[in-house]
């Protein structure tokens, strides 16, 4: 009886290792690690309302008040569709912690549920890092109705909400999204109102590297040296932190070596907003317009994968 109890002690301490609390990349955080789930959040609206914002339409950077200032906000992307889940980035992430790094990071509300117990350490680093929404599962705000719109978008506030609550920890509350970014980057002059109407500011970058989708491992400092030339103070700039392309965590450090030799410094989006006078556009677009129009019908008619349809 003794030996069998020894044995259970032991299988527990093995798998607790397994699913450990850490900032190191483990089997969970790969992608499809967890069975796909469709359904919708345990709430489908949040508690918290926000009040509307006004309409600047799709913010790409922000011209900085102070020209010696060279400040600049780093985002990722953390989005899966409906189709199936992507992974968590910790290598990434555990980077940009390991060397107290500001970034802004646009979460999914269905990717937020997959990748729980991230979210939570993430949140215990509030004074780091900024969650922002990035739709449920990545529905296309192009074409999406309205009511599919607002049920991506609250369902994502709702989800941040219910991580929130379910933390121990209650001196580290995060402020409820107030940011948002167009998967795919694509939007209609209709879903701007409406997610101004919601209370959230539309954020997008003025830097990204290609679409980010292909970077190449062996070319992170290549690939560094374009993204570092393109950057100017005031940039907003686009990476992933899905694990969904490849070679983010290699590039981001080659990155932040050439930033820093050039004197810039790392804020969130919010705090680049307080800087400046945001620059916007009225439909978001990858480095020129219309380059990600194609996308529309890529990832089918509510850009959340081709096998659902709603
Ligand atoms: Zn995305």
């Not at 926000?50 to 799709?58: K, Y």
């Not at 899966?80 to 940009?96: A, H, I, Y």
């Not at 529905?139 to 379910?166: H, V, Y």
């Not at 070319?219 to 686009?238: D, E, F, H, K």
Request: aromatic share 8%; with cysteine; net charge positive.
């Amino acid at each position: 009886m003794r030996k069998y109890f020894l044995i259970l002690i032991l299988i527990l301490i093995s798998s607790s290792k397994a699913f450990s609390d850490d900032w190191q990349l483990d089997k969970y955080d790969l992608k499809r690690a967890f069975k796909n789930n469709f359904n919708p959040p345990a709430k489908l609206r949040p508690d918290l309302n926000l009040e509307p914002v006004e309409d600047l339409g799709v913010i790409r950077r922000v011209n900085l008040r102070d020209k010696n200032l060279k400040a600049v906000a780093l985002t990722f992307d953390m989005c899966e569709l409906d189709t199936n889940t992507s992974g968590c980035d910790m290598d990434t992430l555990k980077f940009l912690r390991d060397n107290n790094i500001k970034a802004t990071l646009f979460m999914g509300g269905k990717w937020m549920r997959t990748h729980e117990r991230r979210v939570k350490q993430i949140m215990l680093e509030h004074k780091l890092f900024e969650i922002a929404n990035h739709n449920w599962s990545h529905g296309n705000c192009a074409i999406m109705p309205r009511d599919k719109l607002e049920d991506q978008i609250l369902w994502t506030q709702a989800q941040f909400e219910l991580t929130q609550a379910s933390l121990n920890n209650k001196n580290h509350l995060q402020q409820i999204p107030v940011l948002f970014r167009l998967p795919y980057g694509r939007n209609s002059e209709s879903a701007l109102k409406i997610i101004a109407g919601l209370g959230l500011k539309v954020i997008q970058w003025d830097v990204a590297i290609g679409e980010a989708n292909n970077l190449d491992l062996k070319n992170a400092r290549r690939n560094a040296q374009q993204v570092s030339r393109a950057t100017r103070p005031g940039s907003i700039l686009l990476f992933h932190a899905n694990l969904v392309p490849k070679g983010t965590a290699n590039l981001i450090k080659e990155l932040i070596k050439i930033l820093k030799s050039q004197g810039y410094e790392f804020v969130t989006v919010s705090e680049l907003l307080q800087l400046g006078e945001p620059e916007c556009v009225r439909i978001g677009y990858f480095n020129r317009p219309g380059d990600n129009v194609y996308l529309d019908k890529k990832f089918g008619t509510y850009g959340t994968g081709l096998k659902i349809k709603k």
